[in-house]
């Protein structure tokens, strides 16, 4: 079974920059999030989604984070404008409904100078 | 809002010797769930012990949940250099989803 697809890996941008993350989770998984963990912590939730609906985005900075998921299946997190403190790795995760383990991409990891 | 809270932050032992990580939490939980986390990698899922249980095992690893105290502990038996990782408590507290609530990790070095 394939895991939760995650890019690009790595991305350095400079500040007030944009970048974007896109993720595919396992297929059939109807519970979507993305976590932002930055170094030295734990994973913090900044959304997540069942199908193409957001349970939870309470976390997430609205004036500067975005995120989609339009089919239900792929969903996209975008960052404009980047600050050096969302130096982090960004990641995905899915489950087959809520309550069921999770399980989690390798991580997008962005560096902002 | 931080839920779990991992003690020692690090641990560094000898192949072969068992490790013992801690975990407490604040509100009332479902389950709880441990992760392992390689450098550079994404998290892998270890256990989940629910409220209604008191202790798992799962190869090498064996975890104790206390409702009472609000802690869960995670024993490593025999642990080798591949064990080397941070491990994290999660928790799913009540009526928020499913989402899960990270405390900040243990960093277990182990020494061939």
């Known amino acids: 079974e394939a895991g939760v697809a995650q890019s690009p890996r790595y991305k350095i ?39 193409n609906g957001v349970v939870d985005d309470s976390q997430l900075p609205k004036d500067r984070f975005s995120a989609e998921r339009l089919k239900g ?18 990641l995905c995760a899915s489950s087959l ?17 | 809002s931080q ?16 490790a013992t990580m801690n975990c407490s939490y604040k509100t009332s939980i479902n389950n709880l769930q441990w992760y392992r986390q390689n450098s550079g990698r994404g998290l892998v899922h270890l256990i989940l012990i629910r409220s209604n249980e008191r202790e798992k095992h799962s190869g090498r690893l064996r975890v104790t949940l206390d409702t009472s105290k609000k802690s869960s502990s995670l024993l490593i038996t025999a642990s080798r250099a591949a064990d ?19 405390g ?8 061939p």
């Open chain 2, 104 to 111: 900040q990790g243990t960093e277990l070095s182990v020494k």
């Open chain 1, 73 to 90: 299946v792929d969903s996209t997190l975008k960052i404009q404008p980047a600050k050096l403190e969302d130096s982090a790795v960004y």
């Open chain 2, 3 to 18: 839920q779990g809270e991992e003690d020692p932050q690090a641990l560094s032992i000898q192949e072969g010797e068992n």
């Open chain 1, 13 to 51: 941008i400079e500040k007030r920059q944009s970048v974007a993350f896109w993720c595919n989770p396992i297929s059939g998984h109807a519970t979507l999030y993305w976590y932002q963990q930055i170094l030295g912590q734990g994973p913090k939730l900044l959304i997540q989604f069942q199908n």
């Open chain 2, 84 to 102: 080397t990782a941070s491990y994290f408590c999660a928790t799913p507290p009540y009526n928020q989803g499913g989402k899960l609530i990270f």
């Open chain 1, 97 to 113: 409904e809520t309550g069921n383990t999770i399980y989690f991409g390798e991580g997008s990891w962005l560096t902002v100078v």
